[in-house]
């Protein structure tokens, strides 16, 4: 054997090492916040995600985000939530775009004391930057927003930090990335890729079976009303940070996420499209409050070793018995995958066997502490203290 591939432990770098690699790989692209509509880069933006997400009914409209801009983000919707919205863009050094991220922060104390809502509403990386670390700060670039948003509002009176003196502990607040998602379904490539990313991020799934999330039909409300009310059934993926390696999510906490959101989606749907996917959750988490204080977060595949994880989040599985009769998304796709499992009862099996295969010849030379077994991403280290998530769902399922 003339030579040997050397693995490399992330625990050797020194913390300066970190932070110049990362300056490193960062160089190659600047993060510019869009602050008016006016700013050249808005219609560029703007369009980009338009034509990502406009047409499936999954983006807001242009004169809603143009308003979203111009609005004052220290006066408070009629429920009391602050909304601090955003829209970011990557350029290279050359100015190009890269890639497009927009969402928003919200904070209703009245809904939950110390809870901060980051709801990433859209991305879109551009092919020459797919596959490189800024789709990573893309993810994670709206916490530095929300906690600016939320020294701001405590210093103009308008709520109260916890602990106002420790902006390193995000001054007390419970910060809640939040982020809606297709369910799994084989035949949607991108839709899968994109779980493992979340799920490699410290992302979880709120159980849908207590928490079964409709995205409103975001088109316009005048279309609606001649066509039908399409909301989506998405899943709701969550990371709280600092508590990534928790098991449940209390349901105050669920509630106030919901909210939340909702709050968002009243700057700019009709509330006769929204009450029917804001009862619809409510409902479940009043039927589960009888009995559990909690929901369960459920973790996601990160790779080729856990990828039965899919089974719990599987649309066909999810459709049938959570959202039965709430949307014609769910309706179509039921008939859609009705032939193909009466042609194969073992079809998501093989499918995932597939994805199995395709992942595990992508093999990791970095791993991240040689007190765990010099083992490779996504293998059990035997060492880890366990995750307290595990891989059993009492409310799992099994697959058809």
């Not at 969402?103 to 596959?131: K, T, W």
């Not at 106002?164 to 910060?175: A, E, V, Y």
């Not at 990335?177 to 990313?197: G, H, I, K």
């Not at 595949?301 to 049938?320: A, C, E, H, M, V």
Request: glycine share 6%; with cysteine.
């Amino acid at each position: 054997m003339p030579t040997r591939r050397i693995r490399l432990c992330m625990k050797d770098l020194f913390h300066q090492d970190v932070v110049e690699m990362i300056e490193r790989e960062t160089r190659q692209f600047q993060m510019w916040e869009i602050m008016d509509p006016s700013d050249p880069l808005f219609a560029t933006a703007y369009e980009t995600l338009w034509n990502a997400f406009g047409p499936q009914g999954e983006m807001e409209r242009e004169e809603a985000i143009r308003s979203f801009l111009v609005e004052d983000a220290f006066d408070p919707t009629p429920s009391g939530t602050y909304i601090r919205y955003f829209l970011m863009a990557a350029r290279d050094t050359k100015g190009n775009l890269l890639g497009v991220r927009d969402g928003s922060v919200l904070i209703n104390q009245g809904y939950a004391n110390d809870l901060c809502v980051i709801y990433l509403s859209h991305i879109f990386m551009f092919p020459e930057a797919r596959g490189t670390v800024l789709s990573y700060w893309l993810r994670i670039a709206p916490v530095e927003v929300a906690v600016q948003y939320l020294l701001d509002l405590h210093q103009r009176g308008k709520i109260t930090l916890p602990a106002p003196d420790r902006p390193g502990k995000n001054f007390g607040m419970r910060l809640d990335l939040c982020a809606e998602m297709e369910y799994f379904t084989p035949e949607d490539r991108v839709s899968w890729q994109r779980v493992l990313f979340y799920g490699r991020g410290g992302f979880d799934v709120i159980n849908p079976r207590h928490f079964p999330y409709l995205q409103p039909d975001f088109r316009d409300p005048d279309v609606i009303r001649q066509t039908g009310n399409r909301p989506l059934p998405f899943m709701m993926l969550v990371r709280r940070m600092g508590f990534e390696r928790q098991a449940t999510m209390s349901i105050g906490e669920a509630s106030g996420l919901m909210r939340l959101m909702y709050d968002d989606f009243l700057t700019h749907c009709a509330p006769e499209h929204l009450e029917g996917s804001l009862t619809h959750v409510l409902k479940h988490l009043t039927e589960r409050e009888k009995t559990k204080n909690f929901v369960d977060l459920l973790p996601l595949p990160t790779g080729p070793k856990d990828l039965q994880r899919f089974k719990r989040i599987s649309r066909y599985n999810i459709y049938s018995r959570n959202y039965q009769g709430t949307s014609p998304e769910v309706t179509d796709y039921l008939e859609q995958i009705k032939p193909i499992l009466a042609a194969n009862p073992k079809y998501f099996d093989d499918e995932l066997a597939k994805i199995q295969i395709e992942l595990e010849k992508r093999p990791h030379y970095v791993y991240s502490n040689r007190e765990k077994g010099f083992t490779f991403y996504g293998e059990k280290e035997p060492d880890e203290p366990p995750d307290s998530r595990g891989d059993v769902d009492s409310d799992a399922q099994p697959m058809p």
